[in-house]
């Protein structure tokens, strides 16, 4: 179950905060250029770098008419890390199989209202209520559809998805219950993108690797991004680091792949996001983008994209087992950023912060080692200020943060008192009364938040 919870979690590309400490340390390297990049930004990357928390980090960024791609870090093999390194890029793959949507609308005659199942003959899509599942309520992730199939039971653990091709996903579809109309609610659902992309490569005749080479890859000059379908590893693959720092195997797809399969460098991301924000009105990048649904009170959705609600930043994240990335630009399309990094382990607060001088930034983190019993006194239930509940508690030696509706994240100590989580921009601090006991702590995301403990352990 923890496999198969990590795996759908590590391709939501959900903002819940952190930062990745590994075990081997990698002195950071020379950045190609970094003159772009705001300040405090390019400070940070070095920090993190420093302190191991990323083995090498690309940054790329776009400034009205001007752009660079600065690296950081350095190879395991000492070298200063090469600018054409691959990486796998997790769930922002959501963002190309959304654009492959939007270019079937525009140019092939598909609607966002269309069910699914017109394009799967032979299949059998759930309803609900008498509302059938629509392309649009896939791309928005508000299908209805759990966020992974009931049984996903990888084989493999550290290589989650190779063993789940369309003849599972098939027949999982046939036999599922919606337990609610589609439509109705948003639930990020890796389960939905995997069928859009089955779909839509159906509808086109041809294989969904076949699909992005032919309509985005080499249109757009990425010819150095492929989709991880169990061909060969690139050579120049940056190799990736799992959230404990451990060396990480490759994610290999099948139907998964529309989800979270691509790999790609910093310069063809770099290919991808220019053309992004320059997509004029009515293009199929620009029909991606477009916010058409709620994720919340605060952000919308498009097709795949997340508009944020105050900042108007439209971007995506994505994590793997070994690798992290963010793309994203500013609602005016002036300022842009991707970002890259071989270890699992989060890099959306730079992203944000590269766009939003106000962003929240966290610190660079060292770890260290506490014992058990030192766990145990800050574990408990703590009100937050705006009413909330997270659980803080100890499993075997680690602690884990939970939070109502989300899946438990994992705590790193850098102090007795002092955590950050490493796949996640979250950091916690405790605070003790006058007799040492914990009654509080402060929650590190997105801002600072307090929190009364109200139960022990």
Not at 7 to 24: D, I, K, N
Not at 323 to 329: E, N, R, S, V
């Amino acid at each position: 179950m923890r496999r198969r919870a990590l795996a759908a979690f590590l391709l939501t590309g959900t903002r819940v905060a952190g930062a990745l400490l590994l075990a081997a340390a990698f002195a950071p390297g020379p950045a190609w250029a970094d003159e772009l990049i705001p300040p405090r930004v390019a400070q940070r990357a070095r920090e993190r770098v420093e302190a191991g928390q990323y083995p090498i980090l690309v940054i790329g960024v776009v400034d009205g008419d001007q752009s660079e791609l600065a690296v950081f870090g350095r190879g395991p093999d000492g070298a200063p890390a090469a600018r054409d390194s691959v990486f796998e890029i997790g769930s922002v793959t959501k963002t190309f199989t959304a654009t492959l949507l939007a270019e079937a609308i525009v140019h092939d005659g598909l609607r966002l209202d269309q069910p699914v199942a017109d394009l799967l003959p032979g299949w059998t899509i759930p309803a609900r209520g008498g509302r059938r599942i629509t392309l649009s309520d896939l791309a928005t992730h508000r299908s209805g559809l759990p966020p992974m199939p009931d049984d996903f039971a990888p084989a493999a653990g550290a290589d989650p998805y190779a063993d789940y091709g369309e003849d599972r996903l098939k027949r999982f579809m046939a036999g599922h219950g919606l337990k609610r109309p589609p439509g109705a609610d948003y639930e990020y659902s890796n389960l939905g993108y995997a069928l859009l992309g089955a779909a839509l490569a159906e509808q086109a005749g041809a294989s969904y690797r076949d699909l992005l080479r032919q309509r985005l890859f080499a249109p757009l000059g990425m010819d150095d991004s492929d989709v991880a379908t169990g061909n060969a590893l690139p050579a120049r693959l940056a190799p990736g680091r799992t959230e404990l720092g451990e060396p990480a195997v490759n994610w290999d797809f099948d139907a998964f792949a529309p989800a979270g399969g691509i790999r790609s460098t910093g310069d063809d991301m770099m290919r991808y996001l220019r053309a992004s924000m320059a997509a004029p009105p009515g293009s199929p990048m620009a029909l991606a983008q477009q916010p058409i649904a709620a994720m919340d009170e605060a952000n919308q959705v498009g097709l795949a994209w997340r508009v944020t609600g105050r900042r108007g930043i439209v971007w995506h994240s994505g994590m793997t087992g070994g690798y992290a990335a963010f793309i994203g630009f500013t609602a005016d399309r002036r300022q842009g950023v991707v970002i890259l990094t071989n270890a699992a382990a989060t890099v959306e607060d730079l992203g944000f912060a590269a766009l939003a001088p106000d962003a929240p930034l966290l610190p660079a983190f060292v770890a260290v080692t506490l014992p058990p019993e030192a766990l145990d006194e800050v574990t408990g239930v703590f009100r937050l200020a705006d009413g909330s509940e997270m659980a803080v508690f100890r499993h075997g030696e680690a602690l884990y943060v939970q939070r109502p509706g989300q899946a438990p994240i994992r705590l790193t100590p850098s102090g007795r008192d002092s955590f950050f989580a490493r796949i996640a921009p979250i950091a916690l601090t405790f605070a003790r009364d006058a007799a040492g006991q914990v009654d509080g702590a402060i929650l590190h995301q997105n801002g600072d938040m307090a929190a009364a403990r109200i139960t022990p352990r």
